[in-house]
């Protein structure tokens, strides 16, 4: 009442530290919890509905998972085969819950794939929740929204990549950091914290160092803003750093203390060796170009990462923007960026342990970080692997779009959403537009109404005019929001197979779907279970047709071909069915024949088996057919000369006579004496 009877000076209070708010009524619980569920159950349907119309999607990995659902050992070790030869490039997390979904509830397109649709669900329901503790119900339904609307995410969470479960965990673990930073008693604290660690061991064991890319935003997340004391929370973060390696450390010690004669290579790597793996193949080789494996050097392996780069276009700032990254993920970074600045700047004089600000932390250095090694790492980048920044998009927006709303009335606040919302619909605009076929007027619609909602914010944060603003934050948010939705909806509505799927409708990249930069550029290459265009067999999906699938191994004379010759790998009666150059030609033949096949060389150009190893299996009556040319497997090692690969399919045509079975040439190995 002083205030009001004795005016002062108006000064602008500096924010106190943002706290939960108190527990809400029942009735706004109840409408908070409808529109979860809303948002929840919409996720589902967009991500589930014609699900097995991609059928396997990714063969290489849809093999991987075939073997796991049968043999434990390939299960363990994420092997090719139910005989345990090779790996797959990647390590096993993923294909763990794809392998038990399997084996539970037997084999088959649903059983791969819905796993990863429910990975998005629960990555969603993580965002909700996540930008709820340190704002309110309906920022975290925006967040949730925006993840649930990228058209990356669109993509990844219907395919078997082991992207999805990657978003998953290093959502979860941005969680369990926020969880930390809310909480005052010292030991809770620190099992949030380690539990954040153990998230990202695991995501770790999904995709190695691609999983621990956001450990410096969450350290300093937690270092700037947790509750405790400063020594507290540097023993915490040891603690996390002790959780990390644990959880991911112990399936890593597990291979290298088991014999490796008695357990399959380590696909992707140079020597067997898991370490060697991490460092170069899916380590420092997709930061410099150099990925090992068989891929650097020589024309037809991996060349100085100039192919690998090609796929998601030129390095630099604007790669994330270009012809491929662009559809995928970029829609509403531009909005997010300035959600991130405007609403520091917003909290700037907020206590230490502002819950926003920590939270702005968070989600904008995992965007910052994530999103220049994506700009500039020269080895093998994909479209695709933008979805890992999806969560941080989201809470960005999530978060930052509310610190601006609680200073509406000042012109910080005003002038942050609005340009938000002019950003996202400026941007959505030109994305719509190089599609301009598509949808044509959608464009223009969208920008109307982030204009409109972008005025009424501006001219209705004061006085009577206040409900304007909104409506005018309602209006805004809808049409900022659009644009990536019906991009996210064409991605879902499309079945994908092969190993470089792309986002959103017909005509919206490049022919080869190799991502921006007009598709493959420079030498050719391969990682992550991607296919060479002009190989002689190209990816193929048995079970899948439509955009992004061909035919698969000798298919080409028809079904009467493919239905001989997977008799002939049925009845083999070998520990491998056949042998064929390279995964992607194996994998199709395990998933039509439901057999083991030696995949020789592997992804990329491995050194398995030797000409020796191959000639004492085959002596050994261990392979009964041999496939000629194949998928993957480069006919020159990393130095330029032949490959194991080569050698073999020459001393196979030396030593045997061959027959034909639809397109495909094959060997029968079986009585060779040496």
């Known amino acids: 009442m002083t205030a009001v009877l004795h005016p002062a000076p108006p000064q602008r209070p500096a924010p106190t530290a943002h706290r939960a708010e108190p527990s809400p009524s029942w009735f706004r619980t109840r409408r908070t919890g409808l529109a979860l569920t809303i948002l929840l159950a919409a996720t589902a349907v967009l991500y589930l509905w014609n699900l097995t ?12 998972a075939q073997a796991g659902s049968q043999n434990w050992k390939a299960w363990f070790f994420g092997s090719l085969d139910t005989s345990n030869f090779i790996t797959v490039d990647k390590p096993p997390a993923s294909l763990w819950v794809m392998g038990l979904s399997g084996r539970i509830f037997g084999f088959s397109s649903a059983s791969l794939l819905v796993p990863q649709a429910l990975m998005g669900v629960g990555s969603v329901a993580l965002v909700y929740a996540a930008v709820k503790r340190v704002a309110t119900p309906a920022a975290g339904l925006v967040a949730g929204a925006v993840l649930a609307a990228t058209p990356a995410a669109a993509l990844m969470f219907k395919f078997d990549n082991p992207d999805a479960l990657l978003v998953l965990l290093m959502t979860l673990a941005g969680y369990f950091v926020i969880r930390a930073m809310c909480t005052e008693v010292g030991r809770r604290a620190a099992m949030w914290v380690a539990l954040a660690g153990v998230a990202l061991g695991f995501a770790f064991l999904t995709k190695m160092l691609q999983g621990l890319m956001v450990l410096p935003a969450f350290g300093a997340a937690y270092l700037i803003a947790g509750q405790v004391r400063l020594r507290t929370r540097l023993f915490h973060l040891v603690i996390g750093a002790a959780s990390v390696v644990i959880s991911a450390g112990w399936w890593v010690l597990a291979v290298w203390l088991w014999p490796a004669d008695s357990r399959p290579y380590i696909g992707g790597s140079t020597n067997n060796s898991v370490m060697d793996l991490v460092l170069g193949y899916n380590g420092l080789g997709r930061l410099f170009g150099n990925t ?38 970029s829609w509403l970074i531009p909005a997010a960026l300035i959600a991130l600045v405007f609403g520091l700047l917003a909290r700037g004089r907020a206590p230490r342990t502002d819950l926003l600000r920590a939270s702005l932390i968070l989600w904008g250095g995992w965007f910052l970080v994530t999103g220049l090694i994506f700009s500039y790492m020269s080895g093998t980048i994909h479209p695709y692997y933008t979805v890992a920044l999806a969560p941080a998009v989201a ?43 598509w949808l ?41 929001i ?15 197979g092969g190993s470089i799927p792309t986002a959103g409708p017909t005509g919206a990249v490049s022919d080869s779907g ?58 083999a009666g070998t520990t491998w069915s056949a042998a064929t150059n390279g995964s992607q030609s194996a994998a199709t033949y395990e998933l039509t024949s439901d057999t083991a096949v030696m995949a020789i060389g592997g992804w990329s150009s491995d050194p398995a088996p ?32 032949d490959s194991t690969s080569s050698a073999i399919q020459v001393w196979v045509g030396a030593n045997f006579s061959s027959t034909t079975v639809g397109n495909s040439t094959i060997y029968d190995l079986s009585g060779y004496v040496g």
């Open 482 to 496: 659009t644009g990536s939705a019906s991009y996210a909806i064409a991605t879902a509505a499309t079945a994908h």
């Open 53 to 64: 119309a991609s059928g396997y999607a990714n063969t290489f990995y849809a093999a991987a």
């Open 395 to 437: 809470g960005m927006i999530g978060v930052g779009g509310y610190a601006l709303w609680l200073v509406r009335a000042r012109s910080i606040g005003r002038c942050g959403l609005a340009a938000m919302m002019l950003a996202a619909g400026i941007w959505s605009w030109v994305l719509l537009h190089r599609n301009a076929e």
């Open 610 to 641: 030797t000409l020796d190893q191959f000639i004492a299996y085959v002596a050994d009556g261990e392979v009964h057919y041999y496939i000629a040319s194949g998928q993957g497997g480069s006919p020159k090692d990393s130095q330029g000369g």
């Open 514 to 571: 190799m991502g921006g930069g007009g598709g493959m550029g420079g030498g050719q290459g391969q990682g992550d279970g991607e296919a060479l265009p002009n190989s002689d067999v190209a990816s193929s999906n048995p079970t899948a047709s439509g955009p992004g699938t061909t035919s698969g191994p000798g298919t080409s004379s028809g079904s009467e071909s493919t239905s001989e010759l997977t008799a002939m790998l049925v009845n």
């Open 292 to 329: 090992g494996g068989g891929m650097s050097g020589g024309s037809s392996g991996m060349a100085g990462g100039s192919a690998g780069s090609s796929f998601g276009g030129s390095a630099g700032l604007d790669r994330l923007f270009g012809s491929e990254m662009g559809i995928q993920i």
């Open 440 to 480: 044509p007027m959608l464009k223009w619609i969208l920008l109307a109404g982030t204009v409109v909602g972008a005025i009424l914010v501006l001219v209705g944060a004061k006085g009577r005019f206040r409900k304007l603003a909104v409506a005018g934050l309602i209006i805004g948010s809808l049409a900022g």
